[in-house]
């Protein structure tokens, strides 16, 4: 089986100005269930779309242009979907991290990768999920300014988790793959959203997430995604 991720992010990471930054998105386990939820949100979008301005195909509702009612519409349309959130609380991120924009990188890959390890782990818990079936990963996230080579280093990080297992020299020890079965490379692709749909509905998702973070009510997205929460 192969595991489509689909994500983006809300929120800014600069603890200076900030105190909360979101990564959430959609993971499917099968390739006809992410077929199906795209051409979902499609048409829910669709009903939208009049109501921005968008008489053609060539639209885009990000959830920063939309009424808080139609953004929990587009949620509620990925109800059945598995969704995840990883929280960063930037107030007890160690300082140090801030200081240049490499370090903000690493860390948040570090983030992103440990919270997919996390959601992984806790569908393989819940039966959902057989760590041996799996023969492909493919994550799609909305593109930004991450360079060419942080791509490429966090692809490789991704892989190394669930492919090929970490050291931890310091401590002599080895943490063994997720996926062993796992076939080729690890597929990590940055697109822009308004040519794909579930990145889309990732933004709403982070967004609903980030939202309702910062204004202290997010017990009402208890059990409506799989929640990381960092440091």
């Not at 360079?147 to 090929?164: H, P, S, V, W």
Request: net charge positive.
């Amino acid at each position: 089986m192969s595991i489509f991720v689909y994500g983006d992010e809300s929120g800014v990471f600069d603890a200076a100005h900030h105190d909360v930054f979101v990564f959430g998105g959609l993971v499917f386990l099968n390739k006809e269930a992410r077929d199906a939820e795209y051409r979902r949100f499609i048409a829910a979008e669709r009903k939208l779309a009049p109501l921005y301005g968008a008489t053609d195909r060539n639209f885009e509702l990000k959830a920063c242009r939309l009424k808080n009612k139609h953004k929990a519409g587009l949620f509620r349309s990925t109800n059945h979907c598995i969704r995840y959130a990883f929280v960063v609380d930037q107030r007890n991120v160690n300082e140090n991290i801030f200081s240049s924009k490499k370090s903000k990188q690493r860390y948040l890959d570090y983030v992103y990768k440990a919270g997919l390890k996390r959601v992984f782990g806790r569908l393989i818990q819940a039966g959902k999920l057989k760590p041996s079936s799996v023969s492909g990963l493919f994550i799609r996230f909305d593109e930004h300014t991450t360079a060419t080579d942080g791509r490429y280093e966090l692809r490789e990080a991704i892989e190394q988790e669930f492919k090929f297992g970490t050291h931890n020299f310091k401590y002599n020890t080895f943490h063994p793959p997720l996926f062993p079965g796992m076939q080729g490379t690890v597929h990590l692709e940055f697109r822009d959203s308004k040519n794909d749909a579930l990145i889309r509905a990732s933004d709403i998702i982070a967004n609903q997430m980030w939202y309702h973070e910062i204004s202290g009510q997010f017990e009402k997205m208890e059990g409506k995604a799989i929640v990381v929460r960092f440091p």
